[in-house]
């Protein structure tokens, strides 16, 4: 039966390959709100950023072990945004690519999350922005009509136009200052309070500031063009700013980990990149804006760790000022359950064999000898980069650690994970998740992700280096547990 099962699977995997166009992979992780998850959104944008001005492409679901994916059918290369409650990442994709996405939260008090306004609830709130309801939508629907897009002008100049820059920041500055005076008319016209003015001001400044940025995606760099910087580095990025504006609030990410983007056209190493933005960050102004986007930085790469991560994390302790923040990251990159055994809720999650025996954590994790926990997907495309490098450890190591294999595949989707398996010749003791226990009490929002148990039972390792991005730490988190 099983087999008739892979054969069928395969024989539509393979038909809809060539009857479909290349699908964009777009994949990732989700936090939940209040107790639940909500719904991952596709959209596409339109004419303007400024307002709501999008077309839903799809709506994912996200499964109980905080993961969603979805296959993306577009004819073209294009912007899109994925959004997830009031988070929105923009991304420019093409026909044929894999896509990771991750909207990540610090679930402790004075979350970085429960303090951002974002602009469309602050447009939204009649109670706290004075002026005719109807007059505002009406004022951001006449800014698309009279404005046109600013949307992705980096992709539709051609970069090898000696004067690209110039055009860039002419048409770029030129629609910024269209749209300030449309602002100032209107604001006579309907009398906005100036709350709702500064907001709207602001969001504005944040899509010009944004959309001078597109340079560094050609490999345009502030060493090599000064002038065209100038303006971004003297920008006066405050907390008032960033809380009432999303687009604002986009320039400022973008600015902390794209500004040296593509130096010379090479991009740096994953390492140099996270430094850069690390460092960046550090130097803001305003307290409240660096303590933000360092524990920005930290929390998203906390799940994939590069090989400067731990000392950037012990240079993170010593700037960021917030102590909730501090607190609240801490309270997950080295939770109370570090050198504690495993809660019997754990020990007794179950777990389902590859030949479809039931049992227990507790019974695949004998004393006596340490064992390591993979937690991988057959969706994931990370994890089928680490099998090899996986099954080498597993026979480095094999008189001294034990290795077991656990998938997060949904149920129902039993005969994808053993196609895997098999199409993988991935070899040791492998076990699907059946409840969420497991995947709860590892905080699992990424995956690949291990465990490491040692020999008494205790959690040795909760969160220890990204095997493709740090394989040296990676071996020395398994030397450890032998010490």
């Not at 063009?225 to 006066?236: G, H, R, S, T």
């Not at 760790?305 to 080295?334: H, P, S």
């Not at 777990?351 to 997907?377: C, E, H």
């Amino acid at each position: 039966m099983i087999r008739k099962l892979l054969l069928l699977s395969l024989l539509t995997n393979i038909c809809t390959t060539l009857l479909a166009q290349k699908p964009v992979i777009l994949c990732g992780e989700a936090y939940k709100f209040k107790n639940k998850f909500n719904t991952i959104n596709i959209l596409e944008p339109q004419k303007n950023p400024v307002g709501d001005q999008f077309v839903y492409l799809a709506h994912i679901p996200v499964d109980s072990g905080a993961h969603f994916s979805y296959k993306l059918k577009l004819g073209r290369a294009q912007f899109i945004i994925v959004s997830y409650m009031n988070e929105r990442q923009r991304l420019y994709v093409y026909p044929g690519d894999s896509v990771h996405v991750s909207f990540q939260k610090i679930d402790k008090p004075d979350t970085i999350n429960n303090l951002i306004l974002t602009y469309y609830k602050a447009f939204k709130e009649n109670n706290q922005y004075s002026g005719n309801d109807a007059a505002r939508i009406g004022f951001f629907s006449m800014l698309a009509r009279k404005t046109g897009s600013l949307e992705g002008p980096g992709f539709m100049l051609s970069k090898d136009n000696a004067n690209y820059l110039q055009i860039l920041k002419t048409r770029v500055t030129d629609t910024y200052n269209q749209r300030l005076q449309l602002l100032h008319d209107a604001a006579q016209v309907h009398h906005f309070k100036p709350d709702f003015v500064e907001a709207a001001a602001n969001e504005i400044r944040g899509i010009y500031l944004d959309n001078l940025l597109m340079a560094v995606f050609i490999g345009s760099t502030p060493e090599h063009d000064p002038a065209y910087f100038k303006e971004i580095q003297e920008e006066n990025i405050t907390w008032k700013k960033l809380r009432k504006s999303n687009a604002y609030l986009s320039f400022g990410y973008s600015y902390v980990m794209y500004y040296n983007y593509n130096p010379g056209g090479v991009r740096p190493s994953p390492e140099a990149r996270l430094a850069a933005a690390f460092v960046r960050a550090a130097n803001l102004k305003d307290d409240s804006v660096r303590n933000f986007f360092l524990t920005d930085i930290i929390s998203r790469k906390m799940e994939d760790q590069v090989g400067n991560f731990a000392e950037l994390m012990t240079r993170y302790q010593q700037i960021c000022t917030n102590k909730a923040y501090v607190d609240g990251v801490m309270a997950i990159y080295q939770p109370s359950v570090l050198n504690k055994p495993l809660p019997e809720a754990v020990l007794n999650a179950p777990l389902m064999s590859n030949n479809y025996q039931l049992f227990t954590l507790r019974d695949v994790i004998k004393k006596g000898k340490p064992v390591f926990i993979d937690f991988w997907a057959s969706w994931c495309g990370p994890c089928m980069k680490e099998i090899p490098i996986l099954q080498h450890y597993k026979e480095l190591y094999k008189d001294q650690i034990e290795f077991r294999f656990v998938s997060v595949d949904k149920k129902g989707k039993e005969v994808d994970w053993l196609k895997a398996i098999k199409d993988k010749n991935f070899l040791g003791e492998h076990y699907l998740i059946q409840d969420d226990a497991l995947t709860n009490f590892a905080q699992l929002k990424t995956i690949p992700r291990y465990l490491i148990i040692d020999k008494e039972g205790k959690l040795n390792t909760f969160r220890g280096p990204n095997l493709l991005e740090d394989e040296k730490g990676f071996e020395n988190a398994l030397k450890a547990v032998l010490q």
